[in-house]
């Protein structure tokens, strides 16, 4: 099916780990976002990528870095993981802001 | 800074009620809302679009209103089922550019059989 997929699903880290959260859509849209899911705050925006070759700090960037490696893929790399990402990630993507904003089913991260 | 509220968090109705969850934001400046859902352990769906030159949509049993003077919105669900059980998250999108949506909390709706 078309869509976003990400991965891993779920991941326990420990605190000072690094990994990479991928994330890639085959609908040929510009646009890739990473937000995070916490209890109690919403979803916010971490990092995004209006198009391929660019990408800008959204609401929440300390602590992340990301890569949009080519139009379908754009990943986002925790390199020294602390106990406050714990969270569910979420890789969305869009070719202008509508009815095509398309969501990842969301990568839920532990750090012990 | 935009921020988005919705009023309830949480909302327990029998089958078959009509009801409506509310959406503010602070700034009217906007350039559209989106109502999304979301099920337990999925991302989300996106239900509804209104443009900011728009007063609502509508999809199947489902209507969106937006007055963006107010700052509000309304998400209206007709006849509710046990299937519409979910969270419910309204956005804004500040700009029209790519950067991103800012999101309300939510409301966590339980729809009673």
């Known amino acids: 099916n078309a869509g976003v997929t990400q991965t891993p699903k779920f991941q326990v880290l420990k605190t000072g780990q690094s990994m990479t959260l991928q994330c890639a859509q085959d609908?040929?849209?510009?646009?890739m976002y990473w937000y995070r899911q916490d209890p109690g705050m919403g979803l916010r925006l971490i990092y995004y990528?209006?198009?391929?070759?660019?990408?800008d700090k959204g609401e929440v960037p300390n602590g992340y870095n990301v890569s949009r490696l080519n139009k379908r893929e754009f990943s986002l790399r925790l390199e020294s993981a602390a106990p406050s990402q714990t969270s569910v990630y979420f890789c969305?993507?869009?070719?202008?802001?509508?009815?095509?904003?398309?969501f990842g089913s969301g990568t839920r991260l532990t750090v012990v | 800074k935009q921020e988005v509220t919705q009023i309830p968090a949480a909302l327990s109705v029998p089958e078959g009620e009509n009801l409506v969850l509310n959406c503010s934001f602070t700034?009217?400046?906007?350039?559209?809302l989106q109502w999304f859902r979301q099920d337990p352990g999925k991302g989300l769906t996106s239900l509804l679009l209104?443009?900011?030159?728009?007063r609502e949509q509508t999809s199947g049993r489902l209507n969106a209103s937006l007055d963006k003077s107010s700052g509000r919105s309304t998400l209206y669900i007709a006849a509710s089922q046990p299937g519409d059980s979910a969270t419910y998250l309204c956005?804004?999108?500040?700009?029209?550019?790519?950067?991103?949506?800012?999101f309300g909390k939510g409301t966590h709706l339980i729809i009673q059989p």
């Open positions: 956005a804004v999108n500040p700009q029209g550019g790519a950067d991103g949506l800012t």
């Open positions: 700034d009217s400046a906007i350039y559209n």
């Open positions: 990528s209006a198009s391929e070759g660019t990408t």
């Open positions: 209104i443009q900011s030159s728009q």
């Open positions: 609908m040929n849209h510009n646009s």
């Open positions: 969305a993507s869009s070719e202008n802001v509508g009815p095509d904003y398309t």
